[in-house]
T-cell receptor, first 114, second 115 residues
Framework: QQPVQSPQAVILREGEDAVINCSSS?????VHWYRQKHGEAPVFLMI?????EQKGHEKISASFNEKKQQSSLYLTASQLSYSGTYFC???????????????FGTGTQLKVEL | DVKVTQSSRYLVKRTGEKVFLECVQD?????MFWYRQDPGLGLRLIYF???????EKGDIPEGYSVSREKKERFSLILESASTNQTSMYLC??????????????FGPGTRLTVL
């Protein structure tokens, strides 16, 4: 079952903050965040692991709450370049070989305006 | 830099045709994946392969098959294309690190229209 992302869409003015949530009905092993700009391939942002870990990449960070089966992506002081669709993917180990099989959420469209 | 390429950006086919979508990666990755992307539904996994000639079904395999004869190449096959297979198809690959750190790299996608 696909994780549920909220909100579905958000519009920000440059410099504002945003939070995107990703909730799963199943136990989480890892959560993978991607950003896709219009007409382009999804690009990896970060992996969150079990243990409530928080990671950061410039002004984008994320947290993982294993108990709540939820991850949140935090965008601080947004820039025009942050515009795009953000996807979370819940990872499950590929038992036959290794690596992860990802189940993606339906995405959150983020638009940053001047 | 990892490069994942797909044979066509746009493809138009007729109902009933056999369709091949090709994906090539140049980083010696072990795992390869095919997804379809539809508005409001996100990316859904069709099939994946963890080794040459090895494959497993994803979440929506019906109407599709795959082939991996060489490590760098993974093909998605629509045996008899139907209009409900009109979609954006994305290929991805990963090195196959520990499950907690393995990252997928995506190709640019093929927009397939079935008339």
């Amino acid at each position: 079952q696909q994780p549920v992302q909220s909100p579905q869409a958000v519009i920000l003015r440059e410099g504002e903050d945003a939070v995107i949530n990703c909730s799963s009905s199943k136990a989480l092993y890892s959560v993978h965040w991607y950003r896709q700009k219009h007409g382009e391939a999804p690009v990896f942002l970060m992996i969150l692991l079990k243990g409530g870990e928080q990671k950061g990449h410039e002004k984008i960070s994320a947290s993982f709450n294993e108990k709540k089966q939820q991850s949140s992506l935090y965008l601080t002081a947004s820039q025009l370049s942050y515009s795009g669709t953000y996807f979370c993917g819940t990872g499950r180990p590929i038992l036959t070989g290794g690596g992860n099989k990802l189940t993606f959420g339906t995405g959150t469209q983020l638009k940053v305006e001047l | 830099d990892v490069k994942v390429t797909q044979s066509s950006r746009y493809l138009v086919k007729r109902t009933g045709e056999k369709v091949f979508l090709e994906c090539v990666q140049d980083m010696d990755h072990e795992n390869m994946f095919w997804y379809r992307q539809d508005p409001g539904l996100g990316l859904r996994l069709i099939y994946f392969s963890y080794d040459v000639k090895m494959k497993e079904k994803g979440d929506i395999p019906e109407g599709y098959s795959v082939s991996r004869e060489k490590k760098e190449r993974f093909s998605l096959i629509l045996e008899s294309a139907s209009t409900n297979q009109t979609s954006m198809y994305l290929c991805a690959s990963s090195l196959r690190l520990a499950a907690s750190t393995d990252t997928q790299y995506f190709g640019p996608g093929t927009r397939l229209t079935v008339l």
